[in-house]
């Protein structure tokens, strides 16, 4: 980091007295360093203090929900091009690289391709591809390179359900998320999109969890407002995620009081959307964050420590404030400008010790 006060307030911290904090968010667990979605990652976000853990949600072929970022990643995330008679399910199989061609190797394994049973047989690996692969082993072998390989191939798999208990033991709290599916819905004719979220939150209600605890989310205005409406113990702290562009339409007063009108008290934008430079270069609340307040939304931002390493501006996820980028220790400016000014009630992070060391450093004393 820059010399600062900032810098210097979380130098003086007291790092024996670290607790949990709901200010950090696992996201996906603790992916930086441990398979997305899988137990391991999960356990190390709680063991870095993440109050809240998020379940990425989709379905398998049996309609069990389980934890994955898209339906459509089991290729990318776990080993199931490497075992035949699954792979020969999935909706593209493994075909190789043709160097003579160019054309890179290709797949695509859906959790739809496959039964709750199979799934669980399968392990997580770290995210990626190899595209010049020409057998199933090498394609495994596309971890970024600022990542880790360490415990990069063994993650064990969770459905929902299995994921609720879990979170329940490690003593946090709820975040899960509906995924968009790539199948045509409703599938098979009969399981709707209103089936579908219905199920999600009906895995809390027959696991006990208090409606308080969970956070459901979608970046689907349709799945929010269904809960809002439907199950509305948990529809009060639906949060609706936001990655589209900034537009008049989508930004301004009108439009976010008009969200509020309808129910919705979160929303969850990509971090750039909330932040913004001054003339003097310093990272401050955009005008889509202060609307978003004054509509009386809350606000959770997502992701922080996903980037790679910050020295050339942090790439898509600090878009707006790249001009003020240019090493690690500037995600703690972030995390400082998304919570004193814009005011987020948490952040989601690749590595969740980073924002609950900022909780209990900084955050905490200033409450």
């Known amino acids: 980091m820059k010399d600062s006060p900032l810098k210097r307030q979380l130098e003086s911290c007291e790092t024996d007295a670290m607790k949990p904090s709901d200010f950090s968010i696992g996201h996906r667990g603790a992916p930086l360093q441990f398979p997305e ?10 063991r870095m203090g993440a109050g809240m853990i998020e379940c990425d949600v989709t379905f398998t072929r049996d309609r069990q929900l389980v934890c994955r970022h898209a339906q459509d990643d089991l290729h990318t995330t776990t080993n199931i091009v490497t075992i035949p008679e699954l792979n020969a399910k999935c909706t593209q199989p493994f075909v190789p690289a043709d160097p003579e061609s160019g054309t890179p190797a290709r797949a695509e394994c859906r959790t739809s391709d496959i039964t709750l049973a199979e799934f669980k047989t399968l392990r997580g690996k770290m995210d990626g591809y190899n595209p010049d692969a020409t057998t199933p082993d090498e394609y495994l072998n596309g971890t970024a390179n600022w990542r880790t390989d360490l415990y990069a191939s063994d993650g064990t798999l969770l459905s929902h359900r299995e994921s609720i208990e879990l979170f329940r033991q490690l003593g946090v709290k709820f975040i ?18 209103q089936d579908y979220a219905r199920q999600m939150i009906n895995d809390y209600i027959e696991a006990g969890i208090p409606p308080g605890d969970v956070w459901p989310q979608s970046f689907h205005l349709a799945d929010v407002l269904f809960w809002v409406t439907e199950m509305p113990a948990f529809g009060r702290q639906a949060v609706l995620l936001d990655m589209n562009a900034i537009t008049p339409e989508s930004s301004y007063l009108k439009p976010m009081k008009r969200l509020k009108a309808q129910g919705i008290n979160i929303i969850g934008p990509a971090l750039w959307k ?12 955009s005008s889509y964050a202060k609307n978003a307040r004054m509509a009386g939304l809350d606000i959770v931002a997502w992701t922080v420590e996903r980037s790679g390493p910050l020295t050339s501006g942090g790439g898509w996820y600090h ?19 998304l919570a004193r000014d814009v005011g987020v009630i948490g952040i989601f992070s690749d590595w969740p010790a980073t924002t609950t060391y900022y909780a209990n450093c900084v955050r905490r004393s200033r409450q």
């Open 176 to 193: 899960p998320e509906l995924k968009r599916p790539v199948v045509a819905m409703p599938y098979e004719n009969d399981y709707s999109q």
């Open 319 to 337: 878009q707006t404030i790249t001009d003020a980028i240019d090493r690690d220790g500037d995600t703690f400016e972030v995390i400082d400008a």
């Open 37 to 46: 979605h899988t137990r391991e990652s999960y356990v190390a976000a709680a």
């Open 274 to 285: 909330l932040l913004s430079l001054n003339a003097r270069g310093d990272i401050v609340a």
